[in-house]
């Protein structure tokens, strides 16, 4: 296993170090001040672009205040006209571009958790349960970016709270870097498309579990849900444990299929083939279409005679010009599958209608398809 990260600065002439914890897998700051309540926001602002970080010592909420400062100070220059992007592919590039440089520069902002994740700042509020959550027992201190512990107790709140799923009837409780199932369409898809005779399904790379759910309350009475994320997994069982399906849903760890075979082999990938910024985003983007790829092309050793393959998959990549038009069409024949329909429906979530959206002029086109495969 890999030493873990060590965050270093000099506080009063005195060297330190701590910890440093990154679930985004950021490395730690090298160069680091200590800052308190009597820092400016324009200060801030400057030291956190030249990429020094900031440790801070003063009062929680004045931290808060002090990032949302920043935040407005980052986001000013986006708000000036600029030539729009010659293409799609532009557009996406330039919006990854400033979201990874904001992201950069607001991680700047750290705060000091002591064991226990405990918060040694005045009015700090209690995150113990949330960071317990998120990255498990905490032995020692460690020094973290206050956007991230954010993040993390919202996840918090998200998970307590949970997201009302229609095609259940019911509610799925998300867990920290796990995909939420925030996109009702392609839920109702999976609900509605015809249903395959089988007591047997497999739901590959299951997340929260909330299509395993939804197979299993349309009555297949075994689904294998696999994942390889332990993360998705422990959130996947409680899921079904909260909706009474632990009896019917059994969870793997696996890099995609289980053993054997199944007459309804189902998986939603990531639908964006561009390459993850940070760990977390794997559930939304999928390096050279791996996962997309690995899925049609071993669903015919996984798939019964005369079974299905439900493919769920937006072409939000077309139109931004991240996949060929043909790719999947192609990609669904090489394997040797065939396709016996396809179920399409419009997004209805608020970034397909916000003409502020960047990347606007794709999501307009944007469609989700529910695509029935079966052997060639």
């Given at each position: 296993?890999?030493?873990?990260?060590?965050?270093?600065?000099?506080?009063?002439?005195?060297?330190?170090?701590?910890?440093?914890?990154?679930?985004?897998?950021?490395?730690?700051?090298?160069?680091?001040?200590?800052?308190?309540?009597?820092?400016?926001?324009?200060?801030?602002?400057?030291?956190?672009?030249?990429?020094?970080?900031?440790?801070?010592?003063?009062?929680?909420?004045?931290?808060?205040?002090?990032?949302?400062?920043?935040?407005?100070?980052?986001?000013?220059?986006?708000?000036?006209?600029?030539?729009?992007?010659?293409?799609?592919?532009?557009?996406?590039?330039?919006?990854?571009?400033?979201?990874?440089?904001?992201?950069?520069?607001?991680?700047?902002?750290?705060?000091?958790?002591d064991a226990g994740h405990v918060i040694p700042l005045r009015r700090a509020p209690d995150v113990r349960q949330a960071c317990e959550e998120a990255h498990g027992p905490a032995d020692t201190p460690y020094v973290m970016?206050?956007?991230?512990?954010?993040?993390?107790?919202?996840?918090?709140?998200?998970?307590?709270?949970?997201?009302?799923?229609?095609?259940?009837?019911?509610?799925?409780?998300?867990?920290?870097?796990?995909?939420?199932?925030?996109?009702?369409?392609?839920?109702?898809?999976?609900?509605?498309?015809?249903?395959?005779?089988?007591?047997?399904?497999?739901?590959?790379?299951?997340?929260?579990?909330?299509?395993?759910?939804?197979?299993?309350?349309?009555?297949?009475?075994?689904?294998?849900?696999?994942?390889?994320?332990?993360?998705?997994?422990?959130?996947?069982?409680?899921?079904?444990?909260?909706?009474?399906?632990?009896?019917?849903?059994?969870?793997?760890?696996?890099?995609?299929?289980?053993?054997?075979?199944?007459?309804?082999?189902?998986?939603?990938?990531?639908?964006?083939?561009?390459?993850?910024?940070?760990?977390?985003?794997?559930?939304?983007?999928?390096?050279?279409?791996?996962?997309?790829?690995?899925?049609?092309?071993?669903?015919?050793?996984?798939?019964?005679?005369?079974?299905?393959?439900?493919?769920?998959?937006?072409?939000?990549?077309?139109?931004?010009?991240?996949?060929?038009?043909?790719?999947?069409?192609?990609?669904?024949?090489?394997?040797?599958?065939?396709?016996?329909?396809?179920?399409?429906?419009?997004?209805?979530?608020?970034?397909?209608?916000?003409?502020?959206?960047?990347?606007?002029?794709?999501?307009?086109?944007?469609?989700?398809?529910?695509?029935?495969?079966?052997?060639?």
């Amino acid at each position: 296993m890999n030493a873990p990260a060590v965050l270093q600065w000099t506080e009063d002439d005195t060297p330190h170090s701590a910890r440093w914890h990154s679930e985004a897998a950021a490395p730690p700051p090298r160069r680091v001040v200590v800052a308190d309540d009597r820092m400016p926001a324009d200060t801030a602002y400057r030291l956190m672009c030249e990429g020094t970080a900031l440790l801070w010592r003063g009062d929680f909420h004045n931290a808060r205040q002090l990032l949302q400062a920043v935040a407005r100070r980052v986001d000013e220059p986006r708000r000036k006209p600029k030539a729009p992007p010659a293409t799609p592919l532009d557009a996406f590039n330039r919006y990854r571009l400033t979201q990874a440089q904001r992201a950069r520069t607001l991680g700047m902002l750290l705060i000091p958790v002591d064991a226990g994740h405990v918060i040694p700042l005045r009015r700090a509020p209690d995150v113990r349960q949330a960071c317990e959550e998120a990255h498990g027992p905490a032995d020692t201190p460690y020094v973290m970016s206050l956007r991230e512990l954010q993040g993390i107790v919202g996840a918090h709140e998200w998970r307590k709270k949970g997201v009302s799923v229609a095609a259940l009837n019911a509610t799925i409780h998300p867990h920290y870097g796990v995909f939420s199932p925030v996109r009702g369409e392609y839920l109702e898809l999976v609900a509605a498309a015809p249903l395959p005779e089988t007591d047997l399904a497999f739901d590959i790379g299951t997340g929260t579990g909330v299509l395993a759910a939804i197979l299993a309350r349309r009555g297949i009475t075994r689904v294998v849900a696999t994942d390889q994320d332990p993360r998705a997994l422990a959130c996947a069982a409680e899921n079904m444990a909260r909706l009474g399906l632990a009896g019917q849903v059994e969870l793997l760890q696996a890099d995609l299929f289980p053993a054997g075979r199944a007459p309804l082999v189902v998986c939603n990938p990531p639908w964006l083939p561009a390459r993850p910024a940070t760990p977390l985003e794997h559930a939304v983007y999928d390096p050279d279409s791996r996962m997309l790829r690995g899925f049609l092309q071993g669903l015919p050793a996984h798939l019964d005679t005369g079974g299905e393959g439900w493919l769920i998959l937006s072409d939000l990549a077309e139109h931004l010009g991240l996949r060929a038009p043909d790719m999947v069409r192609e990609t669904i024949a090489a394997a040797g599958l065939r396709v016996i329909e396809r179920h399409d429906t419009r997004p209805t979530h608020p970034k397909a209608t916000a003409a502020t959206d960047p990347l606007h002029a794709a999501r307009r086109q944007e469609i989700t398809s529910l695509w029935r495969l079966t052997h060639a």
